[in-house]
């Protein structure tokens, strides 16, 4: 489970910086069409991934338990996101 939540962030972020805005806001330059592409396939990638991960068992609880996570990983990057816009903090040089 866990390792389902961490691919699941990761996903969750990858998505988030395929968007302008986002990717804007953290890393203060454009966002390419290129890198936005890769940013979109990967993360549809590991998110479903992320639910393959835990579907051995019940698809009923593990479909809660996914989307649980979902809900509580899109509060944690929306957060992260918050905190730079606050901090105006530059990741890459």
């Known amino acids: 489970m866990l ?3 961490i691919i699941q962030l990761i996903a969750l972020w990858l998505l988030s910086m395929a968007m302008s805005k986002h990717f804007r806001l953290v890393f203060k330059k454009p966002l390419e ?3 936005a592409m890769i940013f979109k ?6 998110l479903i991934m992320s639910f393959f991960i ?3 068992k019940s698809i ?3 479909s809660v338990y996914w989307f649980s996570y979902l809900a509580l990983n899109i509060f944690i990057i929306a ?3 918050a905190w730079f816009s606050l901090n105006k903090i530059k990741l890459s040089g």
């Open 60 to 62: 009923a609880m593990v």
């Open 54 to 56: 835990i579907s051995n």
């Open 3 to 5: 390792i389902s939540f």
């Open 33 to 35: 069409d290129n890198k």
């Open 41 to 46: 396939i990967l993360g549809w990638l590991l």
């Open 79 to 81: 957060a992260c996101n």
